[in-house]
């Protein structure tokens, strides 16, 4: 059996500190991710850092940014007064998560750090125009993603409020997680729609009039073939439309 050191971090310091720069220390939230990983050896850890104990949870709303904080659990963004008045599409896809279980433990820091090209929050945070903050400072949502794993703290998320946005998936019958989904934010008149479960890189943006010819790149598997994926993506991001048009 592998040995399996724990360390419940009580500052983001200390988390840091423990971590330092081994790949296989590694920062557990809620664990719905992480611990399935370790049990299948997809991946190995030496440390556990436990951060759910660092009050990364809160969520507030200054001006025209709602900010989250990345041990937010999807229950409480999906409960959130904030979340739900000023972006009830995130309070929404929040909701659509997984089961009970996994809400309740997983967090937004959890997935933004997983990057699963079926996740429904790198295509929400994509179209929204977020800011990730981490300790090694903030970064553009797109930059964030596009550049892999850093192995920073993420600390939260800041997203400036929308004029309108909404939301569209298919998800998976078994395991309730997204097969395709689509997240689409106006702003100044302009919307951007990004899917999620679609490309096999991550979350991309889509331009709904054009249709996806190159398969490719398009996600390929038991759940769904790269044509029917390419097909979804169309539709949802027609349903998202008419969501953000109503
Ligand atoms: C049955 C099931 C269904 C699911 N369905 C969906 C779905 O419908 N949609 C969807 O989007 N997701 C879905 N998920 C994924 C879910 O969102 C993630 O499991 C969860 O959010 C991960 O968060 P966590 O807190 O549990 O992270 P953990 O499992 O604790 O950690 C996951 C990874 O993130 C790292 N990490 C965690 N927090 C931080 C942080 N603050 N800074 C840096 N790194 C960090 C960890 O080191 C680890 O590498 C599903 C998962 C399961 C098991």
């Not at 659990?73 to 896809?93: C, F, G, K, M, N």
């Not at 979350?203 to 073939?225: N, R």
């Amino acid at each position: 059996m592998t040995k399996l050191d724990y360390h419940r971090a009580d500052s983001v310091e200390d988390a840091v500190r423990e971590r330092g720069a081994s790949a296989s220390h590694m920062y557990l939230a809620g664990g719905q991710t992480l611990l399935n990983l370790i049990k299948t050896h997809a991946v190995s850890a030496e440390m556990l850092i436990d951060i759910s104990r660092l009050g990364l949870n809160k969520i507030s709303r200054k001006g025209d940014v709602l900010s989250i904080g990345a041990g937010a659990t999807h229950t409480q963004i999906s409960q959130d007064p904030a979340v739900l008045e000023h972006l009830p599409a995130l309070a929404r896809l929040a909701a659509c998560i997984g089961d009970n279980a996994v809400r309740n433990r997983g967090t937004l820091g959890g997935a933004v750090a997983n990057n699963d090209p079926s996740g429904d929050y790198p295509a929400a945070l994509l179209a929204l125009g977020a800011r990730i903050e981490t300790t090694a400072g903030t970064t553009d949502s797109h930059r964030f993603f596009g550049q892999g794993p850093t192995g920073d703290l993420i600390l939260a998320v800041h997203i400036p409020l929308p004029e309108r946005a909404a939301f569209a998936r298919i998800q998976h019958q078994a395991s309730r997680s997204c097969l395709v989904g689509v997240f689409v934010a106006e702003r100044e008149g302009k919307r951007r729609f990004v899917a999620s479960g679609c490309f096999a890189d991550g979350a991309k943006e889509i331009d709904i009039q054009t249709p996806i010819d190159d398969l490719s790149a398009v996600l390929d598997d038991s759940f769904g073939s790269a044509k029917y994926r390419a097909h979804l993506v169309h539709v949802l991001a027609k349903r998202a439309l008419l969501e953000l048009e109503s």
